[in-house]
């Protein structure tokens, strides 16, 4: 294998986890984001003072944000293709956009 397949499987990996993290997954906030926002929301506490609930949020926000640039640039990397800086700020952008827009819509949704 050469080094574009390497770069190929390394993309299918971090896609993986990407979609693992991100909100497409449907089963990824009970076993993944929550546990995992807990966790960073609890060692930060410890670092800063700041509440472990408003940490909570912003940890569980940041994992879906990480997790959808993570499928962005793992799908780049899968596809043959290296994106560039301006690619992953776009996907970054989009990641924060659609996590908003997500949250606002289960907002309105559940009352």
Known sequence: MGFGGV???AGVWIAGV???LSPLSWW???FVNVPLALVI???LSMLIDVSVSRLFVVSYWVTNVVGLLLLA???G???GRRPGAREVC???VMSVVYTVLAVALLGVISG
């Open 73 to 75: 640039v793992g799908g």
């Open 41 to 43: 929301s609890k060692v």
């Open 18 to 20: 990407g979609f693992i």
């Open 28 to 30: 990824n906030d009970l």
């Open 90 to 92: 776009v996907g970054l």
């Open 7 to 9: 770069r190929r499987l």
């Open 77 to 79: 990397l899968a596809s």
